[in-house]
């Protein structure tokens, strides 16, 4: 039975690949991005996961483990999904937006379940933190996803006359 702390290190480091994919996503898809704000926007997003990664990771080296410092395979294929689907659509900032915000939907997941965890008061203040600001950062994708309005389908130009 793991005792208390590899517990704790255990679930950081989980958290630690979920920043790490949110990272990779958000830079993923700022290259994606026709809009010039949107995509400065997601690198905003992509260098506070960077940093909120970096905090979780020196919580585990200071309770003596080793932090995990990439992503999960489920996280890369998600991005692989995006790629693909961003592709087919022409890039399309609706349909690129959609699948961020589908990533984030995972991320306030996982830091919904960590935090039911006790946590000493230093950790328990920066997961409270990070997820309150990831929450903002759902809210933000899904408003600007709202705002964006998705590319008419590619037609032939056939009018079925």
Not at 57 to 73: F, I, K, L
Request: glycine share 6%.
């Amino acid at each position: 039975m793991a005792n208390k702390t590899d517990d704790i290190r255990s679930t950081l480091n989980g958290l630690i690949e979920t920043l790490r994919d949110g990272e990779q996503g958000f830079r993923s898809c700022a290259e994606k991005l026709r809009d010039a704000t949107l995509a400065t926007e997601f690198q905003t997003f992509a260098a506070e996961r960077a940093t909120f990664a970096k905090e979780l990771q020196n919580q585990v080296s200071r309770m003596g483990g080793t932090p995990e410092t990439s992503g999960t395979v489920s996280g890369a294929m998600h991005r692989g999904w995006t790629n693909l689907k961003a592709a087919l659509s022409g890039n399309d900032d609706h349909v690129i937006l959609e699948e961020a915000e589908r990533a984030e939907e995972t991320a306030v997941k996982n830091y919904r379940e960590a935090i039911t965890r006790n946590f000493p008061p230093e950790i328990r203040t920066i997961l409270d933190r990070q997820l309150r600001e990831i929450q903002n950062t759902h809210n933000a994708v899904r408003s600007m996803r709202d705002q964006v309005k998705p590319q008419k389908a590619f037609t032939s130009g056939h009018t079925g006359d």
